[in-house]
C-alpha cells in the first residue's frame, strides 16, 4: 500500500513537467534547423535578445545562436570585389595598412592586389597574411612605353591600367556568370574609405555612383541628382564636367554580372588623358540608367587623399616601413 500518495503525486507531476519541456524543446529545435528563410524575422528576434540580454543571462549556447544569425545575415550580402592596383614606394605599406584596417570591419569582403612589379613582394604578401581579409595577390607590371613617360613632366601617363585588367580577367576566369554574384569596386591604395561606403556599394543593383571628396581642386566631386526623378542629371567636378561620367574611380561600382558578361570592358592605354572612368563606364550604362547612393549622392564616404612622398635621408638596415 502507498503510504506517500503526496510524495508520489509531486514526483510524477515533475516528470510530467520535464518530459513537456522536452518535448518542447526539440520542437523549437526541429523548427530552427529547417528555417532557411526568413533572416528578417529572427533579426528582429536577435535584436531583442541583444536589447535584454543582461537580464536573459544568456546561456553559451543563447549567445552562440545570436553569432549564427548575424553570420546568416551577412550570408544575404553580395561579396565586394576591391581591386587594387599597388606599387612599391616608401608609403606603400602604410597604405595599405589602413585600407587593410577599414577591410577588417566589413563583411563578405574578397580584395585583390595586383602588384606592378614582375613577382610578388614579400611586403605585400606579409600584409595580405596579417590582415586576415580574404584576398588574391596577383601582379601586373606596367608597360615600358607607359613608365618611361615618367622622366617627361610634362606627359601624363595613365597609372593602373595593366593591374585593373589583369584582376577583370581573373574574376572573368574564375567566376561564372549567373552563379556567382558580387559588386566590383575599383578601390585605390592612396585613398581613404568609411565602412558606410561599402554598405552603399552593397546596394548596387547595375552601376551605383556616390561623390569623392577632395578631387580635382573641389572639396567634392559629385553627381547631380534631381530630387524629384532621382535621376543624374550632370556632375559638378573640376575637369571636363561635361565628360559621359564626369566620376572619380572611387565615385563608382559595377555589379558583378556586368563585368562578367561584358568581356570587352578593360582599360587602354588608348584611351585619352583623364577618360578612363568615363570610357569604361560607356561599356555597362547610361547617365539615365546610373544609382545615385550615398543619401542620392548627398553624401561624403570616400577621399582622394595622396599621401606627400616623404623625404628620406637614410634607411635603418633590417627595418621594414
Not at 607607359?146 to 613632366?153: A, H, I, S, T, V
Request: glycine residues 4%; charged residues 25%.
Amino acid at each position: 500500500m502507498d503510504r506517500n500518495p503526496s510524495f508520489n503525486h509531486k514526483m510524477k507531476s515533475k516528470k510530467l513537467g520535464f518530459y513537456l519541456l522536452l518535448f518542447l524543446g526539440i520542437i523549437v529545435l526541429w523548427k530552427l534547423s529547417v528555417i532557411e528563410s526568413g533572416i528578417d524575422k529572427l533579426q528582429i528576434f536577435k535584436e531583442a535578445l541583444d536589447l535584454h540580454k543582461d537580464k536573459l543571462h544568456l546561456t553559451e549556447q543563447q549567445v552562440l545562436l545570436l553569432q549564427q544569425l548575424e553570420a546568416d545575415k551577412h550570408k544575404q550580402l553580395p561579396i565586394i570585389y576591391c581591386i587594387t592596383p599597388t606599387y612599391w614606394r616608401y608609403v606603400q605599406k602604410a597604405e595599405l595598412t589602413r585600407i587593410s584596417q577599414t577591410l577588417k570591419l566589413v563583411p563578405n569582403i574578397h580584395w585583390i592586389i595586383i602588384e606592378d612589379a614582375t613577382e610578388k613582394s614579400d611586403l605585400v604578401r606579409n600584409l595580405i597574411s596579417e590582415s586576415k581579409v580574404i584576398t588574391t595577390h596577383l601582379v601586373a607590371q606596367t608597360a615600358l612605353f607607359e613608365k618611361l613617360k615618367d622622366k617627361n613632366p610634362k606627359v601624363r601617363r595613365h597609372r593602373g591600367v595593366e593591374q585593373r585588367n589583369t584582376a577583370l580577367k581573373w574574376l572573368r576566369d574564375n567566376l561564372v556568370l549567373g552563379k556567382d554574384k558580387g559588386v566590383v569596386y575599383f578601390m585605390d591604395d592612396d585613398n581613404t574609405y568609411s565602412i558606410k561606403v561599402f554598405e552603399e556599394i552593397a546596394k548596387v543593383k547595375r552601376v551605383g555612383v556616390w561623390p569623392v571628396g577632395l578631387v580635382g581642386g573641389l572639396n567634392a566631386e559629385v553627381p547631380l541628382v534631381d530630387q524629384n526623378t532621382g535621376k543624374i542629371t550632370g556632375y559638378k567636378s573640376g575637369w571636363l564636367p561635361n565628360r559621359p561620367f564626369a566620376i572619380d574611380m572611387a565615385g563608382f561600382a559595377i555589379n558583378l554580372d556586368l563585368i562578367l558578361a561584358k568581356k570587352d570592358a578593360n582599360f587602354s592605354y588608348q584611351m585619352a588623358k583623364g577618360m578612363q572612368e568615363s570610357e569604361f563606364l560607356s561599356y555597362f550604362t547610361t547617365k539615365d540608367e546610373l544609382e545615385p547612393l550615398a543619401d542620392l549622392c548627398t553624401k561624403v564616404y570616400v577621399w582622394h587623399t595622396r599621401t606627400e612622398t616623404p623625404k628620406i635621408s637614410g634607411t635603418i638596415p633590417n627595418i621594414e616601413v
